[in-house]
Structures are given as C-alpha cells and as structure tokens.
C-alpha cells in the first residue's frame, strides 16, 4: 500500500516524463526542490562544478575535469535520495535537468529562487 509521499513522487516522476519542452519542465523541477538543503546542496554543487573545471581547464588536469562532472551529480543525487527523498530529474532528462539546474543557481545567487518556488508551487 502506497502512502501519500510515494505517491506524490510517483505523480512527479509522471509530470516530469510527460513534459514536452523545458517550459513544462521547469515547474515539476522546482517543486522536486522544495527543500532549502536539497536547493543548498545543488548550489555548492554545481559552483564546485564550475570551479573544478576551470581549474582543470587552467592546470590541464583531466582528473579536475572529471572531478567537475562528478561532484554536482554526487551532491545533487545525495540531496534528492537524503532530504528531498524524491528522484533525481537527471535520470529522465538528462539535458533540461542540467539546464534547470543552472537556472535554479543563478536565481537563488540573485535571491529570487524563494519567490520562483512559490509560483510554481501555486501552480501544482
């Protein structure tokens, strides 16, 4: 017998395979990171990311780059599976995923990630 939270990550993992553009995306991404921690997690993720990779570019180390690649997913994953206990949208878009993510950085950087949420929450 499924409980209320399986069953609204069911129901999230439908609408995030049933979106046909990023525009559709967007909002089932959000509300998958409803969490402060899992949006702090994929935060200092993706910056770690970012960073390991221009230091890999600048000291031309192919292990920086691979550590770029592999620390936001690690950290992402960790957030989804521990805090949000939800699934990671990466496994069912890869690309919108990794898109979405950068969005959600740049307005939680810009302070507006909290008010995004709420409008796509409102959506739900």
Same mark, same amino acid.
């Given at each position: 017998?499924? @409980?209320?939270?399986?069953?609204? &990550?069911?129901?999230?993992? %439908? ?5 046909? @553009? *990023?525009?559709? *995306?967007?909002?089932?991404?959000? &509300?998958?990171? &409803?969490?402060?921690?899992? +949006?702090? *997690?994929?935060? /200092?993720?993706?910056? #770690?990311?970012?960073?390991?990779? #221009?230091?890999?570019?600048? =000291? +031309? %180390? ?16 960790? %957030?989804?599976? *521990?805090?949000?206990? @939800? +699934? ?18 740049? =307005? ?8 995004? =949420?709420?409008? /796509?929450? #409102?959506?739900?």
């Amino acid at each position: 017998m499924a @409980n209320a939270q399986d069953t609204d &990550r069911e129901e999230g993992m %439908s609408e995030e395979q049933d979106a046909r @553009n *990023f525009e559709e *995306f967007w909002p089932v991404y959000v &509300r998958a990171h &409803r969490q402060a921690v899992t +949006r702090g *997690f994929h935060v /200092c993720g993706t910056l #770690a990311g970012w960073l390991l990779l #221009a230091a890999g570019l600048a =000291l +031309r %180390s192919m292990g920086l780059v691979l550590a770029a690649v592999v620390a936001p997913y690690a950290m992402a994953w960790i %957030s989804h599976f *521990f805090v949000e206990h @939800n +699934r990671p949208a990466s496994f069912g878009h890869p690309l919108w995923s990794w898109l979405a993510d950068q969005k959600m950085v740049g =307005l939680t950087l810009a302070g507006k990630m909290g008010a995004e =949420l709420k409008k /796509c929450l #409102a959506e739900e």
